[in-house]
């Protein structure tokens, strides 16, 4: 978590298959369940953060499969549809001044923003080098298909190691910042 008055950062958790899927042919995230582990606090990982940015096809994933997102802080669900859920914000462009708007919102709060997927999303995100961290949980699976990490164009960006985790379960935690 950052230092009170520290300014909140934009980070991409998310978890991709070995073959660098975030999800399944199906847009599905089932394929997560057996890896599930007690060593990964979800609670604590919840309570970094102050806001959370989404891309629609994972905002639906969810919502379908009873995640709750946001749990009462700002929701951005990346979107060129209309979406009729109540506090939650929807942006199609402008990414820049979402975040903007997102660092202003959680200043002083010690809170970061949680940008948790979407291929094309995290994508638009990343080539206008918005992203802050990068904490990607390989998880020890091939799908085979699916929806990539990386759905849109997306240009070189040099990322620098900051940490390394393995879990029992043979998940991998990676932590990258932009090499800037």
């Known amino acids: 978590m950052p230092e009170m008055g520290s300014e909140p950062r934009l980070i991409v958790s998310l978890a991709m298959s070995v073959d660098g899927f975030i999800a399944n042919a199906e847009g599905g ?3 997560l369940e057996p890896y599930h582990t007690p060593e990964i606090d979800w ?17 639906d994933e ?29 942006a199609s462009d402008r990414f820049d001044a979402v975040k903007e708007d997102l660092v202003r919102r959680l200043a002083g709060t010690g809170k970061d923003i949680w940008h948790m997927g979407g291929g094309n999303s995290v994508a638009s995100f990343a080539a206008l080098g918005l992203v802050d961290l990068w904490e990607l949980s390989v998880i020890p699976v091939l799908l085979g298909s699916g929806i990539p990490m990386f759905a849109g164009e997306i240009r070189t960006h040099r990322l620098r190691l900051l940490e390394s985790k393995r879990y029992s379960n043979g998940i991998v935690g990676l932590t990258y910042e932009p090499d800037r």
């Open 43 to 59: 609670a604590a990982f919840m309570s970094r953060f102050g806001a959370v940015i989404v891309g629609r096809r994972t905002f």
């Open 29 to 31: 995230m089932k394929w």
């Open 62 to 90: 969810a919502v379908a499969n009873g995640m709750p997102l946001g749990q009462g802080m700002p929701t951005v669900v990346v979107t060129h549809r209309p979406l009729e859920t109540p506090g939650v914000i929807t």
